[in-house]
């Protein structure tokens, strides 16, 4: 096997540049690769493009980044917990392109398996679709949306192996597979990193070979956003 | 007496028929969980991920790792599976979710809705919206009927940018239950107790069709 | 949970017509329906269009609805195992559509996923292209092809819950998944057949949400092709 | 000396760099995995849906749910990895997958491949030939020189129904190995022990390009 194991996150982001367009997985705040979030906000890497879901809370996640102004663009399709976003969104300091989140996910796959673009119906008939070719199949109306080209993604998986295949927990799934097979470059980070052969090849989600760098990441936060619960009656 | 949010909830469960796999949005639509009748099965998809979802957790039992798409601590049922972003959509494009229950801020009457934007004011995004009224074979909607202003939110043309044309099929307010007929028009079908069809023609803004007797709504 | 457990082959696939057109899941004779197919051959269902990445043997799998001429289309992308087929189609019997196997698997996918049509630069330039769309993607040649159209979709798992929650053990995985998603009906036979909850929600390949029939079957022979192995030294 | 089907192989595995992803076809690409120098770190893909392909089972331990895209039994290796067909021509549609090693049977000097019919006599179906070669980063060929009928499979123009259009870069026969120029060509890189120049000229029935002194084809 293939060892794509790195010492850290500052080893796996060392060689993203100003200016590069970085995929980040994650819905909310679950499922964020924490880490390299952090590394990025200590080296203070700038003008970046990101792709992702939402674009965290004030003091955590992808909002660290905005806080310290790294971020030229977010394409997102949610970033309504972001009170700094929204200043800098409205001032014109960040440019911002929120798309529907199924076009989302769907440009990632249409990159990691290799589709130049793929047809949508989500936003037909709303500004989402001014400038877009629209083309009808049996009656309904699609867009034409182009796969992503992002120089790296960033995900944050469970369990990992040292051939970075990867495997994710529950709901904090979400957008990590599909950003995992986008990147030129993938990073990911695992809360438990495993030699090959732990993990049964019939339950991996992202195989190893979408991967690049793998590193055992450390101190989740993994904050909760909405703290929900029920009474016990 | 206009029903309160978390009637109309309870209204809207009765559309919801033995079998379905049904998508939840943020608001008045979650609420639909807590009535969904004992002698049916369903399945709540939500678009984070995941089929099955189950009730919020008991205190001390939150998971980080398992949120809905609201993103709300919650647990899975027996059977739940989980899944990713992309399959999600894909599922939901794909119409294998029977029905779609969502929030609007306008209702146009030819089925358009627009509930992600006030131009200069919110910007916080459609999420799954404009995926979920563009492939989703059947809509309800559930709104007031009415904004803060007092203005009708079930409009001839919507004002807000659109989230989806021509895709809602059923409007039910604290007000009133309307189906939005294929030529254009809200049908008016019932009513909410004592609340009389002229404050409801008064209410809508939006071309209002009233056909014969208008029932009370009942909730069970 | 909504419960789609069915008494067994026959009652499965009772109701499709003559005329169908089905999607049978599998690999060569790995990961077959065998119970389905047993049951399409003794109801003796005709004028078939089978989507099937191969035609299985002349005396398993496909191979037994080919003897008694039940299939009046294939739509494979490999047949090279069956004589009868063979000869069926040079004499004219049988219609053959023969498509690369990326393209065979990314039509399902489209179907399975709500997109109309995908673009592939499988067949570019070849036989295969002839009456196609082609569109340039960034200086290379694409096909548009378009999702399939299945009224039935059979496939087989290696374990299955009573929601239609469907694991598939080892490459029996195969096509198998991306045919769960795309039939209108789709039937899964199983080799065991649990309660919910015995499955683990993270390793589920199949939400039940696309299975519509569920049932254990029996008597699974698992035919092996090709017998290699290495001499112990 | 022409080489032997297991020496083509053995050459062919030369080209195998540490931290490859393989995909092997039928025939003596297969045979390429048995010399796979044992310093380097490689990764096998077998088209049906395996990532970590080992050897073939010892007797008693086939298991039917585990083949490889010819359908032989195999073994998958610790760090394996399984996956639907899908995601397989994905990953190989992405170009993640760094070299394809596959037969043909005519090959043209500008990279055109034929490799899987011949019209009224063999139609078993592309499989998933015409997919790897639409994607594929890198691609080698390996094949006899000349058929049964001792015409050359080197051609200008492939007369065969094409798998694929200007998508080989190398070739590797029982005579030589030969990289396609960017202009159209055969490049001759290296003939066979004791095989001359002039022998792989005769054989060869494409435009065939020799720049300075060849040297013989090495194995170790």
Known sequence: ?233 | MAFTKEEIAQRIAKEIKDGYYVNLGIGIPTLVANYIPPDINIVLQSENGLLGMGPFPFEGEEDADLINAGKQTITTLPGSSIFDSAMSFGMIRAQKVDLTILGAMEVSENGDIANWKIPGKMVKGMGGAMDLVASAKNIIVAMQHVNKAGESKLLPKCTLPLTGVKCIKKVVTELAVLDILPEGGFRLLERAPGVSVDFIKQATAGRLVIEGKIPEMTLN
């Open chain 1, 1 to 233: 096997m293939i060892n794509k194991v790195v010492s850290g996150a500052e080893e796996a982001i060392h060689d993203i540049p100003d200016g590069a367009t970085i995929m980040l997985g994650g819905f909310g705040l679950c499922g964020i690769p924490e880490n390299c979030i952090n590394a990025l906000v200590a080296k203070n890497t700038k003008n970046l493009t990101c792709i992702s879901n939402n674009a965290g809370v004030d003091d955590f996640g992808i909002g660290l980044m905005l806080k310290q102004r790294q971020v030229k663009k977010m394409i997102s399709s949610y970033v309504g917990e972001n009170a700094e976003f929204e200043r800098q969104l409205l001032s014109g300091e960040l440019e911002v392109d929120l798309i529907p989140q199924g076009t989302l996910a769907t440009r990632c796959l249409a990159a990691g398996y290799g589709m130049p673009a793929i047809f949508t119906p989500a936003g037909v008939g709303t500004e989402v679709a001014e400038g877009k070719e629209i083309r009808n199949f049996d009656g309904k109306d699609y867009l034409l949306e182009y796969a992503f080209d992002a120089d790296f993604a960033i995900v944050k998986a469970w369990k990992g192996d040292t051939a970075g295949n990867l495997i994710f927990r529950s709901t904090s799934r979400n957008f990590n597979p599909v950003m995992a097979m986008a990147g030129k470059i993938t990073i990911a980070e695992v809360e438990e990193l495993v030699e090959v052969g732990a993990l049964d090849p019939d339950y991996i989600h992202t195989p190893g070979i979408y991967v690049h760098r793998v590193f055992q990441g450390k101190d989740y936060e993994k904050r909760i956003e909405q703290r929900t619960v029920r009474k016990v009656h």
